[in-house]
């Protein structure tokens, strides 16, 4: 069976600076997909950015990318120039090839300090 | 575009009371995903939908839970007799490809 970890419960980050979130997971797949999803507080679930495992180059949307480790199984996101607005719960997951259910990580609470 | 709605918002409800939540899917999707929140916690996956076809469950989706998409469109989760247990936030997804688009929950309180 899948498995996400996220091991930072909560981080915190001064506004404009750099950030980086963990994520490991354990799979016998080889094509999968991977996905940063942001939940800012009371609102709803949002996508941040996603990885096809066949992809070895690393997904960036703006200040967002992932540094995609497949050997170590590992997927952490980067967030460059942190603003008031990226404060949420980050959640990393995981998708087989064929699509279905996501496998979410416990979470991580990013709070960006001004 | 109006994105995937879920209603209702909130529901307080007694202990052995059945519930129902709606969730509505963007118009194009053809498959559509139910999971649970419970705080603190990341979402876990209860069921899924590709058009009106149940194709997975999830073995916390006990006797007491039921989901159909009866038109390959909109879909309900019913809960009957619920327990203080199954307090929680549910969300609805709906994908055409691989992303997941999330609703924005329906948060139930049993008292």
């Known amino acids: 069976a899948q498995t996400v970890t996220q091991s930072q419960p909560e981080m915190s980050v001064q506004e404009a600076e750099t950030v980086t979130l963990s994520c490991t997971y354990d799979?016998?797949?080889?094509?999968?997909?991977l996905f940063w999803y942001k939940q800012p507080p009371s609102r709803q679930m949002i996508l941040v950015i996603r990885?096809?495992?066949?992809?070895?180059q690393n997904a960036t949307e703006n200040r967002f990318s992932v540094n995609f480790q497949k050997a170590a199984k590992s997927f952490s996101l980067k967030i460059s120039d942190s603003q008031l607005g990226d404060t949420a719960m980050y959640f990393c997951?995981?998708?087989?090839?064929?699509?279905?259910?996501?496998?979410f990580g416990q979470g991580t609470e990013l709070s960006v300090k001004p | 575009d109006t994105g995937v709605s879920q209603d209702p918002r909130h529901k307080i409800t007694k202990r052995g009371q059945n519930v129902t939540f709606r969730c509505d899917p963007i118009?194009?999707?053809?498959?559509l995903y139910w999971y649970r929140q419970t705080l603190g916690q990341g979402p876990e996956f209860l069921t899924y939908?590709?058009?009106?076809?149940?194709?997975?469950k999830s073995r916390l989706l006990s006797d007491r839970f039921s989901a159909e998409r009866p038109k390959g469109s909109f879909s309900t989760l019913e809960i009957q007799r619920t327990e203080q247990g199954d307090s929680a936030m549910y969300l609805c997804?709906?994908?055409?490809?691989?992303?997941?688009?999330f609703g924005p929950g329906t948060r139930l309180t049993v008292t």
């Open positions: 997804a709906s994908s055409w490809g691989y992303e997941q688009y």
């Open positions: 799979t016998s797949e080889n094509n999968y997909y």
């Open positions: 990885q096809e495992a066949y992809k070895q």
């Open positions: 997951a995981f998708m087989k090839p064929a699509g279905g259910k996501l496998i």
């Open positions: 118009s194009e999707h053809n498959r």
């Open positions: 939908f590709q058009n009106e076809a149940q194709l997975e």
